[in-house]
């Protein structure tokens, strides 16, 4: 396990360890080119709620959120869409790295999913992630 996805486990079990009710999750890492570039069907993850992390060995660069109206799948895409994000953009050479994966934090019950919400602002935070800066 790389040293960032073991930080990025450890701060997420941290953060649902302070919660009274603890929300039970999972994780799971997609590899960009052969789980979203490279296949037209999706994946079980995609029609789920949860946080999705741009990462690689060295670095998160981006922390999103898929909640019940706006599923993962639906996410993930909009985030890897090579007609938006061109080998040109910074976006579009970062998500095209051989290295940078995908780590996803999958909520059980969807019903509290108002938990991704904290959870992804915390880890925003946290890290200091300049593609989350907000612009304008």
Do not use: C, H
């Not at 040293?3 to 929300?23: A, C, T």
């Not at 979203?36 to 741009?54: L, M, R």
């Not at 095209?96 to 915390?122: F, T």
């Amino acid at each position: 396990m790389s040293k960032i996805k073991n930080q990025l486990d450890i701060i997420v079990d941290g953060f649902f360890s302070k919660i009274i009710i603890k929300p039970k999750y999972s994780n799971e890492d997609l590899d960009i080119e052969k789980n979203v570039f490279g296949t037209d069907d999706w994946q079980p993850w995609a029609g789920k709620t949860g946080i999705y992390v741009f990462y690689d060995d060295e670095k998160i660069y981006y922390v999103g959120r898929a909640l019940k109206n706006t599923l993962l799948g639906s996410r993930v895409s909009s985030q890897t869409n090579r007609k938006l994000y061109s080998k040109d953009t910074e976006w579009g050479k970062t998500i095209r790295k051989l290295d940078v994966k995908i780590r996803l934090y999958l909520l059980n019950n969807p019903e509290e999913d108002y938990w991704l919400a904290a959870l992804e602002i915390y880890l925003i935070e946290f890290f200091k992630l300049e593609f989350n800066a907000r612009r304008g």
